[in-house]
């Protein structure tokens, strides 16, 4: 299952994804855990993005692209994902499309977890507070201020992918103000009940070979056309037999992956 879970920051997504995680055997790709880490590593994108982090605008989207292409590449990948934090723009979302095209794979849903920003920043300021009062670590995004850039970045340049999904029939909204586990519960209701399986990819015309892209035509009577047009007629539905796709199954006979 491959998925995708959009949504302001604190709407609840990080914590919607280890439930999934759990659940169905998904691995979590967060772009923001993994920037984090090229950040604590020193990394050449690490060093890129580190100041945008900080004060809360979105990191270029080739840099988050090339990480999350080879993430998605690793085996434990393999068996579906959650993306937590990626797409967050227009751009984005079209290099996924391609990198899924390529991979032959589709995503399942694009759950949105639509949320009320006033809420949303009090019970943000309010975590915050909790937080400092228990003397545990903050990230160093993590105040009012910078918040707030980022509800302006998710409005100005992630909030248009639900229009995006909603156009490729995906998206499922669930309400993300619910208590947790009701969210929860609203995604899995969300969720389709059999997990798209990857369509063998096409295997390439060999050298010299013609691409039998066209319906073959209705056979005329061999009366009206004439023997040698007739011959011909046959000879090319027999190639476009021989390039239908070999490797694909019935839609009843595909098998579901977890
Ligand atoms: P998150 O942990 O998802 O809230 O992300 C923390 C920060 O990482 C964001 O405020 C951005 O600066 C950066 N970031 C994470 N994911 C992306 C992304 N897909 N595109 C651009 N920047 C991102």
Do not use: W
Request: glycine letters at 8%; hydrophobic letters at 35%; one cysteine or more.
């Amino acid at each position: 299952m491959r998925l995708i879970l959009l949504g302001p920051p604190g709407a609840g997504k990080g914590t919607q994804a280890l439930r999934l995680v759990a659940k169905y055997g998904l691995v979590q790709l967060s772009t923001g855990d993994m920037l984090r880490a090229a950040v604590k590593a020193g990394t050449p994108i690490g060093r890129k993005v580190k100041d945008i982090m900080e004060h809360g605008g979105l990191c270029p989207d080739d840099s988050v692209v090339s990480i999350v292409a080879e993430r998605i590449e690793q085996p434990d990948a393999r068996k579906g994902f959650i993306l937590d934090g990626f797409p967050r723009t227009v751009p984005q979302a079209a290099a996924l499309d391609r990198m899924l095209k390529e991979r032959g794979i589709a995503l399942d849903a694009v759950i949105e977890l639509r949320v009320d920003e006033g809420a949303l920043l009090r019970r943000i300021e309010n975590r915050i507070a909790e937080m400092k009062a228990r003397g545990e670590p903050l990230r160093s995004d993590d105040n009012a201020e910078v918040l707030r850039q980022r509800l302006e970045a998710y409005r100005q340049l992630t909030a248009p992918l639900v229009a995006y999904y909603r156009k490729k029939n995906v998206l499922r909204t669930v309400n993300g103000m619910a208590p947790i586990p009701e969210v929860t519960a609203a995604i899995d209701k969300a969720l389709p009940a059999e997990p798209s399986a990857p369509k063998p990819k096409p295997k390439p015309a060999r050298n010299g070979a013609r691409k039998v892209t066209a319906k073959p035509r209705k056979p005329k009577s061999a009366g009206r056309l004439g023997k040698k047009s007739a011959k011909r007629t046959s000879s090319a539905r027999k190639t476009a037999a021989a390039h239908k796709s070999p490797g694909r199954k019935s839609k009843s006979g595909e098998t579901a992956r977890p």
